[in-house]
């Protein structure tokens, strides 16, 4: 069954660091496009970074230069480095995998398999 498992939440203030971790089960993460969404209470799942199986990555504007997606293939393991964290960057976060072939990348529906979620609380 393929599992993604997301770890590395917490309570940070302003100006602090996070480091996110994904891990996969039953599927070689690097064969597929994967992101980071976050989701606050009332709200869509927004997209918030991407890595494709080619290496390519792409951001949302208000997280580019702060945040940094990477996987380690050997650990089968997506990342999320988040420095300079807003307040506005409380969520919660999830990994998610598509298929490469599939449309936008912001775009939740686009994902077929989701982790739980981990949380981020940044306070001022």
């Known amino acids: 069954e393929v599992q993604l498992v997301e770890s590395g939440g917490g309570s940070v203030q302003a100006g602090g660091s996070l480091r996110l971790s994904c891990v996969a089960s039953?599927?070689?993460?690097?064969?597929?496009?994967m992101a980071w969404f976050r989701q606050i209470p009332g709200k869509g799942r927004e997209g918030v970074a991407t890595l494709y199986s080619s290496g390519y990555t792409d951001y949302a504007d208000p997280v580019k230069g702060r945040f940094t997606i990477s996987r380690d293939n050997a650990k089968n393991t997506l990342y999320l480095q988040m420095n300079s964290l807003k307040p506005d960057d409380t969520a919660m976060y999830y990994c998610?995998?598509?298929?490469?072939?599939?449309?936008?990348?912001?775009?939740?529906?686009?994902?077929?398999?989701w982790g739980q979620g981990t949380q981020v609380t940044v306070s001022s």
């Open positions: 039953e599927f070689i993460l690097s064969s597929y496009c």
């Open positions: 998610a995998r598509r298929y490469c072939t599939s449309g936008a990348w912001k775009i939740a529906a686009q994902y077929n398999h």
